[in-house]
T-cell receptor, first 113, second 108 residues
Framework: NAGVTQTPKFQVLKTGQSMTLQCAQD?????MYWYRQDPGMGLRLIYY???????DKGEVPNGYNVSRLNKREFSLRLESAAPSQTSVYFC????????????FGPGTRLTVT | AQRVTQPEKLLSVFKGAPVELKCNYS??????LFWYVQYSRQRLQLLLR??SRESIKGFTADLNKGETSFHLKKPFAQEEDSAMYYC??????????FGKGTRLSVIA
């Protein structure tokens, strides 16, 4: 099992450009999450999907949109990238939202110039 | 509101010295507390949870409800313990709340 996979691993964007970060899990988990990791700020939840067909805002949703494409895939879209969105983005999944053990992807390092 | 506080951004200790990574939480109910770890070039992963009361890689953590703390401890630090450590709180059917993390550096 690959667990949680993310693409791309690295990306450089110019201000105003758009892109979609892809995430997939093969553990048959119901819940999926997107976090950003910034120095001194730790892990902050952007959006999550408790189950297929549902999405909810986390702590820092502004500037992002998400799509739970199916049970396996959960994408994060930046419609108009800003330098403040330079970060490392992590996708994670759990069996459901009451499960404590989150399985994380390897991360996507995004730089917006 | 749930909150997890890790007061130290960086903690440096010498190899063989004791380690204590501090975590305090704010939650009105009965929380479940966890420690996650991220080693260099590896994924974030669960280290331990308070319910299991186990020792993982020599680390232990005790939930102190009176002090609302869940500090991570190890009696003798090793170089391979150098990593980013996150304390996290679970309150039921909501996503985990993470602290801001503490980077542990073990100096040889």
């Amino acid at each position: 099992n690959a667990g949680v996979t993310q693409t791309p691993k690295f990306q450089v964007l110019k201000t105003g450009q758009s892109m979609t970060l892809q995430c997939a899990q093969d553990m048959n988990h119901n819940s999926m999450y997107w976090y950003r990791q910034d120095p001194g700020m730790g892990l902050r939840l952007i959006y999550y999907s408790a189950s297929e067909g549902t999405t909810d805002k986390g702590e820092v949703p502004n500037g992002y949109n998400v799509s739970r494409l199916n049970k396996r895939e959960f994408s994060l879209r930046l419609e108009s990238a800003a330098p403040s969105q330079t970060s490392v983005y992590f996708c994670a999944s759990t069996r459901d939202t009451s499960s404590y053990e989150q399985y994380f992807g390897p991360g996507t390092r995004l730089t917006v110039t | 509101a749930q909150r997890v506080t890790q007061p130290e951004k960086l903690l440096s200790v010498f190899k063989g010295a004791p380690v204590e990574l501090k975590c305090n939480y704010s939650y009105s109910g009965s929380p479940e507390l966890f420690w996650y770890v991220q080693y260099s070039r590896q994924r974030l992963q669960l280290l331990l949870r308070h319910i299991s009361r186990e020792s993982i890689k020599g680390f232990t953590a005790d939930l102190n409800k009176g002090e609302t703390s869940f500090h991570l401890k190890k009696p003798f630090a090793q170089e391979e313990d150098s990593a980013m450590y996150y304390c996290a709180l679970s309150s039921g059917n909501t996503p985990l709340v993470f602290g801001k993390g503490t980077r542990l550096s073990v100096i040889a």
